[in-house]
């Protein structure tokens, strides 16, 4: 995929973010002092009533500029303090919906385009990896419960070139479901070719099957084994009603961000029991990541690869929402935790302290972002 192509996809996802605080800033009275596509240096800019429209050099993404919205101190703070228009004489009902908004926007942005590739894919998802159990509550998933993950060394299925995210279907013509079918399929069968027939869930047709021959060795319990480490996909129908069908944006994007929600927590919950920070750091992908994802589409996606795009782009959004709403400083969720403080105790915290805070939580972010960057290069 071209990295321009990349580039323009994230900073569409970057702008319509900081479209939704634009938007609301201007409806509940806000002052945007400057509305930028790129990052300076500045090319142009042209100001209309109260706000600078601006064309930057640095093509990624976009910013938005609020009157009062990034106070450092009590200095910055008493040039604001006098202007009805500023965000920091807004009520903190106002300032959460501000600052909400651009996780909102990226939400919506999701829910479109799911609402696109369902519509054109018979309200049908894709096969999406499964690293831990999950209860979709919405629509009608089917699990495929033999994918290959990975593969041991010397393993008979490697030597044959089985790969990862192929399906085994059928073990000498016997239809298998499990990882106890393919047990049973080739207990007792130690230096015997077996015959299997494969699924490449990668391929979106989901016709692209293949016979392979594999020479099964001796497993740690002394039986054949195929040396390879199974898991489970799940594709989700929203086409069994017309309700279904109308509402498979919304229910699609449910699924997912439960999903990803629920994933998270359990990543967490192994890296603090284990006390190990790879499964997170693992688990997570920085631009170059993110890029290899498109990349792979792109090279997999068959006749479906406008429609993989789509949903992989929804899929980002929504990761963008899910990210930016985390209580964590400098993110907005974070900025939403000090805006509930002041709602709660109608006591807004030291504008220095906050900012100080928010400096703490970018530094952080960005030495992560350079760590899974470094990650992702040599993964």
Known sequence: MSIVVFILILSGLVIIHEFGHFIVSKLNGITVEEFGLGYPPKIFGKKFGDTLYSINLLPFGGFVKIAGSDIEDEEDE???LHDPKSFVNKTAWQKAKVIGAGAFMNLI????????????????????????DHDFKLGLPNYIDTVVFDMSEDSGALKAGIEAGEAIVEIDG???????????AVSGKIGQEVELKLLDIKDRSYDKLRMVKVIPTVGDDGDAVLGVYLGSSVSISYNSSP????????????NMLSYSLSTLSKIIGVSVETRDISPVSQSVAGPIGIYNVFDSVVKYGGSKVVLGLIDTVALVSLGFAITNILPFPALDGGRLVFIAIEGLTKRKVS??????????GMMLLLALVVLITVKDIFR
């Open 243 to 254: 309700g279904q069908r109308v509402l498979s944006g919304p229910m699609h994007a449910y």
């Open 109 to 132: 942005l999701a829910i479109v385009l799911f609402y696109i590739f369902l519509g054109f894919n018979n309200f049908r998802s894709f096969n999406i990896p499964m690293f831990f």
């Open 351 to 360: 504008s220095r302290i906050e900012a100080n805070i928010h400096k703490v």
């Open 174 to 184: 016997r239809q298998v479901l499990n990882i106890d079918d393919v047990r049973n």
């Open 78 to 80: 008493a040039m604001y």
